[in-house]
Nanobody, 120 residues
Framework: QVQLVESGGGLVQPGGSLTLSCAASGIILSTLSMGWYRQAPGRQRELVAAITSGGRTDYTDSVKGRFTISRDSAKNTVYLQMNSLQLEDTGVYYC??????????????WGRGTQVTVSS
């Protein structure tokens, strides 16, 4: 059973920062690529950051230079450091493998996500 639990969201002003955490169980994160997805209001869920098992990272253009994805293998946890937050970053953030389509075991494993609201 794969379980992914996101935390760390909140309300921040434009230009502020947040760090999100994704605690995993039932899998060993160090053996997998992992990603962070964002679902903005009224929009589809979008992959915004990914990290491979070897530590290589990639980001969608809208967050490049502002977001950093990382992994702590000892804690089986993936993080997303978000800086210089913009109004357009508002949404629910989820972690999961950065694959399309997702393997069935991971499609069943979406967590509740964590809400990030950027507002003045």
């Amino acid at each position: 059973q794969v379980q992914l639990v996101e935390s760390g969201g909140g309300l921040v002003q434009p230009g502020g920062s947040l760090t999100l955490s994704c605690a995993a169980s039932g899998i060993i994160l160090s053996t997998l690529s992992m990603g962070w997805y964002r679902q903005a209001p009224g929009r589809q869920r979008e992959l915004v950051a990914a990290i491979t098992s070897g530590g290589r990272t990639d980001y969608t253009d809208s967050v490049k230079g502002r977001f950093t994805i990382s992994r702590d293998s000892a804690k089986n946890t993936v993080y997303l450091q978000m800086n210089s937050l913009q109004l357009e970053d508002t949404g629910v953030y989820y972690c999961n493998v950065p694959e399309n389509p997702l393997p069935s075991e991971f499609e069943r494993s979406w967590g509740r996500g964590t809400q990030v609201t950027v507002s003045s």
